[in-house]
């Protein structure tokens, strides 16, 4: 009887070590990979940028903004003083003209 006990304990003791184990290497592969995705959409993010500041600098900012409007991200974009938002892109004017894209 104390045998049977003692076995049961083991088997469930092993079973639960190798559930944590399983669930510990899932994670951390979601993890590497997640970090992965995040760095691919920052690169692109920062190519986009490039781009955009390259297309548009030089530019005043009622042509940023109908050109903005015009793709339909009137809904993302925020305009305050100097700086307009589109998300967590920030166009930077100075004296109506666009100087920088972050």
Not at 27 to 31: A, E, Q, T
Not at 60 to 66: A, C, E, M, P, T
């Given at each position: 009887m104390k045998f049977k006990i003692i076995l049961i304990i083991l088997i469930i003791s092993l079973l639960s070590n190798v559930f944590l184990l399983y669930?510990?290497?899932d994670?951390?592969?979601?993890?590497a990979?997640?970090?992965?995705?995040?760095?691919?959409?920052?690169?692109d993010l920062s190519l986009l940028t490039a781009v955009v500041k390259g297309?548009?600098?030089g530019k005043?900012?009622?042509?940023?903004?109908?050109q903005?409007?015009?793709?339909d991200l009137n809904?993302?974009?925020l305009i305050k003083n100097n700086?307009?938002?589109l998300g967590n892109t920030e166009f930077i004017f100075n004296d109506g003209i666009l100087i920088d894209v972050k």
């Open positions: 669930n510990l290497i994670r951390s592969i979601s993890l990979y997640s970090g992965q995705s995040v760095d691919n959409c920052s690169n297309e548009l600098k005043d900012k009622k042509y940023v903004q109908q903005l409007m015009g793709k809904d993302s974009l700086v307009m938002y």
